[in-house]
């Protein structure tokens, strides 16, 4: 095998002029589908994660499939790198542009082209809001399952490119559980359909391999996807505990029960506190951790699962159990949690969203070593995630406006990533690599399995244009990273010594 290169090296090098690019971009594109003036590119200049930012030199705002394939081909003739963009509520600086590229924004493909309540399915351009399918389907008694906290934002296009998952992922799974086929644009220009409406499609599974691969193997333009019906009933159940340590067990005790809950999901002390003042859920502020887990079904099936989720929290050692006792205190329960990020921005000028993945086990352990990097970097950190499924997303709290305090939020970040693959998780469940991940890839995966993932990348897109300089480091990445780990002295991962 081939030592590893970052993908996008095998093209040839040549100036860019953005002149010569906008020029050629407008005989293939409406005027009002290319914006080059930097008043108007600016706001494209990151996503989520406002760490890393870099100016646009043209962004294309295509209404057309046919505009993207001229866009992707004009690309491809001029060696231009391209990335893609959907709502831009990505974490990990996935959509940020290239300075010396294209920036294909794709929310005016805004359209749900089709329901079909028998075959409960939606077939959907990838700038439609998640929400807005379960809104449309709702007349039918039908939702889409996979609701991230910027639902109300974030594009289901951009959902595939992370295979994004929310507070009911642990029941009803990822994106790519959700999802039936896309149609994508290769950077050759060519129009190929993955998936089917059907259980299974012919082939390779490549709409797996697809979904997640954020934006690395083609632009998607067509996402059809799984309705399910809505469910009867639903309720909540609030527990309260004097220990993150009993919250953790009780998560293990209820999937150990053999419950398996719509939703469940942990706050600690720290988090509680940032968020009831901003939604005023009724959540226990003294609780060192609360409990959110929801059950649905039938009126009959929920009322005995709820029986039975008490009965092992009590066991458990809950200090307080709270059930919502309509639809309207189930939403407010859900609100808060939901509200997590915007009510960091009350109490913190800046936060920084990790995203890494635990078993279930270690849940105490790794939450208790964060306490402890709290005093080792000197910042606070709200911890709010996806307890069923082991999701953390530790929300570090620092203030921009200082330098000293973003390199140790980017320090105290990559702690936690390390950490959770210390104990055998992963780098991220649902927010992608990006750019934030890339030092940690080199933490997690052998050279061997890096190069296994630039040939899957070179496969898609061999001239390596599309969203370029990403998620899979070059080796020589991964050596400095290792050098400045045995400086300091950190080096305690078997993966880093490799390089």
Same mark, same amino acid.
Request: proline residues 6%; aromatic residues 6%; glycine residues 10%.
């Given at each position: ?117 028998? *075959?409960?399915?939606? =077939?959907?351009?990838? #700038? ?5 399918? @379960? +809104? %449309?389907?709702? /007349?039918? !008694? &039908? ?37 039936? *086929?896309?149609?994508? =644009?290769?950077?050759? #220009? ?5 998936? @089917? +409406? %059907?259980?299974? /499609?012919? !082939? &390779? ?295």
């Amino acid at each position: 095998m081939n030592s590893l290169v970052e993908p996008h090296l095998g093209r040839e090098e040549q100036s860019f002029s953005a002149p010569r690019v906008v020029d050629a971009l407008l005989g293939v594109l409406p005027a009002h589908c290319v914006l080059h003036r930097e008043e108007d590119t600016r706001p494209y200049e990151c996503d989520g994660l406002s760490l890393y930012r870099a100016l646009p030199p043209v962004v294309v705002l295509p209404e057309t499939e046919e505009q993207v394939v001229a866009v992707m081909r004009l690309c491809k003739r001029l060696n231009v790198p391209l990335v893609a963009r959907g709502a831009g509520t990505g974490l990990s600086g996935g959509a940020m542009p290239h300075s010396q590229g294209v920036l294909m924004g794709l929310a005016k493909f805004n359209r749900i082209k089709r329901i079909d309540p028998a *075959a409960g399915v939606a =077939v959907v351009g990838p #700038g439609v809001r998640n929400l807005a399918i @379960s +809104e %449309a389907a709702a /007349a039918h !008694g &039908l939702y889409y399952a996979p609701d991230p906290s910027s639902q109300i934002a974030c594009s289901i296009g951009g959902n595939v490119a992370e295979n994004s998952g929310g507070v009911h992922c642990l029941k009803y799974g990822l994106t790519v559980h959700n999802v039936l *086929a896309v149609r994508v =644009v290769t950077i050759d #220009g060519d129009v190929v359909e993955l998936g @089917s +409406e %059907a259980p299974d /499609a012919p !082939g &390779l599974d490549l709409l797996a391999l697809f979904i997640g691969s954020e934006g690395m193997l083609g632009i998607v333009t067509e996402v059809t996807v799984k309705l399910i019906p809505k469910p009867a009933c639903a309720r909540v159940v609030m527990a309260s505990f004097s220990s993150v340590e009993a919250a953790g067990q009780a998560v293990t005790d209820i999937i150990a029960a053999g419950i398996i809950p719509a939703g469940l999901e942990m706050m600690d002390r720290q988090a509680v506190q940032m968020v009831e003042p901003f939604v005023n859920a009724g959540y226990d502020v003294a609780a060192q951790a609360i409990l959110l887990c929801e059950s649905d079904g039938t009126a009959e099936e929920v009322a005995h699962e709820i029986e039975h989720m008490e009965a092992v929290f009590r066991k458990a050692g809950a200090t307080r159990l709270q059930v919502s006792r309509d639809e309207a205190e189930r939403l407010t329960f859900w609100a808060g949690r939901k509200n997590a990020f915007p009510a960091a921005g009350r109490v913190s000028p800046d936060y920084y969203c990790m995203d890494g993945t635990i078993p279930r086990r270690h849940l105490a352990r790794v939450l208790g070593a964060i306490e402890q990097m709290e005093d080792e970097y000197g910042l606070r950190c709200a911890n709010v995630f996806h307890a069923g499924d082991g999701n953390l997303h530790p929300l570090i709290l620092f203030d921009s406006n200082k330098p000293d305090e973003v390199e140790r939020a980017e320090k105290f970040g990559a702690a936690i990533l390390e950490l959770c693959v210390k104990v055998g998780g992963t780098l991220t469940g649902e927010h992608g690599v990006g750019m934030e991940k890339i030092n940690q890839m080199c933490v997690q995966f052998s050279r061997d399995e890096l190069d296994a993932f630039v040939a899957v990348k070179r496969a898609f897109d061999p001239p390596g244009l599309l969203n370029p300089e990403k998620v899979i480091p070059t080796l020589a990445r991964c050596a400095e990273y290792g050098k400045m780990h045995v400086h300091a002295g950190e080096l305690s991962f078997p993966e880093l010594a490799r390089f």
